[in-house]
């Protein structure tokens, strides 16, 4: 059986103020990308854009506040993510410490993404589990439409 993790690296000082990687970084990270999406472990990343071209976005009570970046504390901000599929939690580890060597280090947090298995089916019955296999098939052909 394997897992699904979701990978985010955090944002840093230079992420922040949107300096570019330099070409080498480039070249070594997407050699990694593709070796991870030919063996089948990565299902998806992105790098995202510093926090000044983000916003945050919060329901309490019914009221509903926006707030624009850029946010203050970069270490709670993310730079990229990844969804991997491995084997185990220790795998998505060494995945994510390859990771951070290529981008010349770091700091990344995995969660692993709740499967339809990990639920009671009184919880989660099979007709939903079905459903929302059968979105996320969808969501991978939107995806490869682009």
Not at 62 to 73: H, N, R, W, Y
Not at 88 to 103: D, G, P, T, W
Not at 108 to 122: G, K
């Amino acid at each position: 059986m394997t897992l699904r993790f979701l990978c985010i690296a955090k944002s840093d000082e230079k992420t922040e103020a949107g300096v570019l990687p330099d070409p080498q970084m480039f070249t070594a990270m997407g050699e990694f990308i593709e070796e991870m999406t030919k063996s089948g472990v990565l299902l998806a990343t992105e790098g995202l854009h510093p926090s000044s071209k983000a916003a945050r976005v919060r329901l309490a009570d019914g009221k509903l506040s926006v707030t624009d970046g850029p946010f203050a504390e970069a270490k709670e901000v993310i730079a990229s993510y990844a969804l991997i599929e491995v084997q185990s939690k220790e795998e998505a580890i060494e995945n994510v410490a390859r990771f951070l060597k290529i981008a010349g280090g770091g700091e990344a947090e995995i969660y692993q993404v709740y499967e339809a298995s990990d639920f009671p089916p009184e919880v989660f019955p099979p007709e939903e589990a079905a459903r929302e296999e059968a979105l996320r098939a969808e969501m991978q052909r939107n995806a490869a439409k682009r």
